[in-house]
């Protein structure tokens, strides 16, 4: 286990550089930081050259790449155009969005889950049906229009909710959590209906029940147990989805997370946030990844990590 | 039992970080809401708040409220007047003596004197602060020293500018220029305490000013409360206990929340709401001419379109152009048909002429035609209008524009709109002089000047002039325009100048801008001022 984890962790290194260097291309690519860095009226050429000699933009870009790195790994991502370290950005933006996806991810399990049990378990009774349908609504609705609808609706109508996000505390993320997650909820209710139903006709089920033991048991410690590995799979790789995702959940509910740092990096051309948010992303989806593999071992007793 | 060991390692590692995430979402409740204190939407400000930094409206607002300048800008006509100023003196239209008002003291007590300007304006042109707005500072005698085009900075301070005695100073500046005094209205030239040198960190971290608020807590990226500061001693005291600004992901959010009485001020309507603003708001909308501009610039760069003849295809692009109808349906009168290069703000006096365009830009479809015809066509057979699709409406009504052009030319294909995906790759591409047909061209005033509309963007190597136009008559006029001290002979000047543009078609102008706003029952009294930027201190709560 111990040595599959250190094995895992190694793995990463080449895929973390790797990303890290495509980004940076990509964004190099978008055109010259100090164009956006001087806004609308410009700035005259003189302090243009001086910002990109600060900037360290005049080097080459493998230079520029190398010196990126050089800092990463010394805890520095460099300073965003308005002056604050984008580590600062970080760590007022990834907790607002990392709350905000657990609140999506548990309504995914809790609800998700739930429904595709009850569905899996009375296929084609009107419940099963009623759902599927339901899911199908959900996953071809575009989420800005949930978003947008949900907002009008709880927020200006009804007056439930306060239409925007101020602080981001876990209460007002719920109505976003759900937004961000309904698409995802859809597909793990549909995972998990599928694989429920075809491990109800499997033969430990059929051994569990013909031992006698109570209805609950067999379904949640024979029956779920074995049904949830790929569903658990689709909410590992979710998680890092969610995370980056949520540039459109995050603008239209005012959340001051991770999508609308990236958001506005990318209009202003502002590099450095840009790359180093990313690079952080690269790192949490690796890491669920592992996770997500080291539950299969925890799920399934025939996987075994040595 | 080595599985369930594994479950345990599993599940506290996912509980860890929860845990991790579930602190740090305390705080920043900050600006507190008793009294009369109002909300008012707000983006991230794209610099540092420094003043001589601070080139957009978002920046702008905050220091429109914490600071005051030797002049300023009356929110209602635009016209300069002494603020902090006692009096400004000139016999040359060179050199100027400023004397500045007793009693005035940034809100942490410092007194403001003839220093606190001139150590301003020194570390605003200074290259090596990389101050957005050095330029501005681009008049004053030994500006090329301290900020030289090329190679190093050869002087720290400019040595057109003295401090004569605690209340007096003296500018020399290296051109005649009489319409210097009225530009010490803009941001830039704001008076900075003693705090901004000795500790720049902190002055930035929480900006100190002189103006009738106070910043009492400024969460980066999130919101600023400024207060009312009481020991204010200018005559625009705040009305109100103070304003907090809350920054915004969209502002098709804030005006959710306006609606939702979860906000007081919403300075920016979305254009796809303003179709419902008026049955939203009613009478709590505001739709004020602001000084912006938005015009279609050409690359003079470019052989094509810099040829003789050509002013024809340019004037005949301009008439093939139906204004009236794109503002009307597509802007929903938030803008107007632009017949000069300048804005209404500035007022006739000011220099604004309806008409000066003539016919020129009236919509005459038949005329167009003939007029790109004679000129020998669009170049390449085919009209591209490059713009940047990641704000505003610009795709909407560049569309339209295209659209208007098609029709009068009778041909499907004549023009099409070309999207930059971001602004700053469409700033990237006008620099390096890439355009290969017209391009979108907007201009927010600096200052309500007549000149501040011609000279950035027409006069030869100018800052703004991404298109390169250059033609000796205009520069001659505008020199003989800024050399002229009766403000009345030298707008006509500068009107003059503006005739050039128009006979050359330099570019076309399209419509002025107006500023929006929508506010909650609970306020009175708001009112956008020509750079449209709410009048915080004038604002009534309750």
């Given at each position: 286990m111990g040595r599959y984890v250190a094995r895992r962790l190694l793995q990463m290194v080449p895929v973390f550089v790797g990303a890290t260097l495509l980004i940076f291309l990509m964004v190099n690519v978008m055109g010259d930081p100090v164009a956006g860095l001087c806004g609308e009226q410009g700035c005259d050429p003189a302090t243009a050259a001086q910002l990109r000699r600060e900037l360290g933009l005049d080097k080459p870009l493998w230079q520029q790449y190398l010196t990126y790195m050089g800092n990463v790994f010394t805890g520095d991502f460099g300073t965003a155009f308005n002056g604050q370290p984008v580590t600062e950005l970080m760590a007022t933006a990834f907790p607002v969005t990392v709350r905000l996806t657990v609140v999506a991810v548990l309504l995914e399990i809790a609800v998700g889950i739930t429904l595709g049990v009850v569905t899996g378990l009375r296929r084609g009774r009107p419940v099963d049906t009623g759902v599927l349908l339901a899911t199908l609504v959900v996953i071809s609705v575009p989420t800005f229009v949930t978003g947008l609808l949900l907002q009008l609706l709880l927020g200006i109508r009804w007056q439930w909710i306060k239409p925007s996000v101020r602080s981001g505390t876990f209460d007002e993320l719920i109505v976003p959590g759900l937004v961000l997650a309904s698409v995802s909820l859809a597909y793990v209710t549909r995972l998990t209906r599928t694989s429920i139903a075809e491990n109800k006709r499997s033969d430990y089920v059929r051994t569990a029940v013909a031992k006698g033991l109570p209805r609950r048991r067999i379904i949640t410690r024979h029956l779920l147990r074995n049904s949830l590995i790929p569903v658990v799979t689709f909410i590992g790789t979710d998680i890092g989805a969610l995370m980056g995702g949520a540039i459109v959940t995050e603008r239209i509910f005012n959340i001051h997370g991770v999508g609308y740092q990236l958001y506005q990096g990318i209009l202003r051309q502002n590099t450095q946030t840009v790359v180093g948010f990313v690079t952080v992303l690269v790192l949490v989806f690796l890491v669920a990844n592992l996770l997500v593999d080291l539950l299969y071992a925890v799920l399934d007793p025939r996987i075994r990590y040595a | 039992m080595r599985r369930s060991a594994h479950a345990r390692w599993a599940v506290g590692a996912v509980v860890t970080a929860l845990a991790a995430t579930a602190c740090g979402s305390a705080g920043w409740s900050g600006g507190g809401n008793g009294g009369a204190v109002l909300t008012s939407s707000w983006g991230d400000p794209q610099n540092p708040l420094e003043p001589a930094n601070t080139n957009e409206v978002q920046g702008g607002k905050v220091l429109d409220m914490i600071f005051r300048g030797l002049k300023k800008y009356d929110p209602r006509t635009g016209r300069a007047r002494d603020w902090l100023a006692r009096s400004i003196e000139t016999r040359d239209s060179r050199n100027f003596t400023i004397r500045i008002r007793r009693g005035w003291t940034f809100s942490?007590?410092?007194?403001?004197?003839?220093?606190?300007?001139?150590?301003?304006?020194?570390?605003?042109?200074?290259?090596?602060?990389?101050?957005?707005?050095?330029?501005?500072?681009?008049?004053?005698?030994?500006?090329?020293?301290?900020?030289?085009?090329?190679?190093?900075?050869?002087?720290?301070?400019?040595?057109?500018?003295?401090?004569?005695?605690?209340?007096?100073?003296?500018?020399?500046?290296?051109?005649?220029?009489?319409?210097?005094?009225?530009?010490?209205?803009?941001?830039?030239?704001?008076?900075?305490?003693?705090?901004?040198?000795?500790?720049?960190?902190?002055?930035?971290?929480?900006?100190?000013?002189?103006?009738?608020?106070?910043?009492?807590?400024?969460?980066?990226?999130?919101?600023?409360?400024?207060?009312?500061?009481?020991?204010?001693?200018?005559?625009?005291?705040?009305?109100?206990?103070?304003?907090?600004?809350?920054?915004?992901?969209?502002?098709?959010?804030?005006?959710?929340?306006?609606?939702?009485?979860?906000?007081?001020?919403?300075?920016?309507?979305?254009a796809a709401q303003l179709k419902n603003v008026k049955g939203d708001l009613g009478d709590r909308y505001i739709n004020t001419p602001a000084g912006i501009i938005q015009t279609l610039a050409f690359p003079f760069y470019d052989r094509a379109w810099n040829r003789p003849g050509m002013e024809k295809v340019r004037t005949g692009l301009s008439m093939a152009i139906n204004r009236r109808q794109i503002t009307d349906t597509i802007f929903r009168k938030t803008r107007t048909p632009a017949t000069d290069w300048t804005s209404p703000v500035l007022g006739a006096a000011g220099g604004y002429k309806a008409g000066l365009c003539g016919r020129a830009c009236d919509y005459d479809p038949a005329r167009a035609k003939q007029l790109i015809k004679e000129g020998g066509g669009i170049p390449g057979g085919r009209l591209r209008i490059t713009y940047n699709a990641d704000s505003g409406s610009h795709k909407e009504w560049i569309d339209a524009v295209c659209n208007s052009v098609n029709n009068a030319l009778g041909d499907d294909k004549a023009c099409v709109g070309n999207p930059v995906g971001t602004f700053a790759d469409f700033r990237n591409q006008l620099g390096r002089h890439k355009m290969t047909g017209p391009f979108r061209a907007g201009w927010q005033m600096d200052y309500p000047l007549i000149q501040n509309f011609l000279q950035p963007l027409y006069y030869t190597g100018a800052s703004s002039n991404d298109g390169r136009w250059s033609d000796e008559d205009f520069d001659r006029l505008v020199d003989r325009a800024n050399a002229e001290t009766d403000t009345a002979r030298a707008v006509a000047l500068f009107q003059k100048a503006e005739e050039v543009v128009r006979d050359h078609m330099a570019a076309i102008p399209l419509w002025y801008q107006n500023g929006n706003a929508g506010y909650s029952d609970r306020l009175s009294h708001v009112a956008l001022n020509p750079f449209s930027v709410p009048v915080y201190n004038e604002i009534k709560v309750g």
């Open positions: - | 942490n007590g410092e007194k403001v004197t003839a220093r606190s300007f001139v150590d301003a304006w020194n570390y605003g042109a200074s290259l090596r602060n990389n101050q957005k707005n050095a330029y501005f500072f681009g008049y004053i005698d030994g500006y090329d020293r301290v900020h030289p085009d090329s190679g190093g900075q050869r002087a720290d301070t400019l040595s057109g500018l003295r401090v004569v005695d605690d209340h007096t100073f003296t500018v020399r500046l290296n051109q005649k220029f009489s319409g210097f005094p009225d530009t010490l209205g803009y941001a830039a030239f704001a008076p900075l305490p003693r705090l901004f040198f000795t500790d720049h960190a902190a002055w930035v971290r929480k900006p100190v000013g002189n103006g009738p608020y106070a910043i009492a807590s400024y969460t980066k990226g999130a919101q600023m409360y400024l207060r009312k500061w009481d020991g204010y001693p200018g005559p625009d005291k705040a009305r109100n206990d103070g304003v907090t600004l809350l920054v915004y992901t969209d502002s098709n959010t804030a005006y959710t929340d306006l609606l939702a009485g979860n906000l007081d001020l919403a300075d920016d309507i979305p």
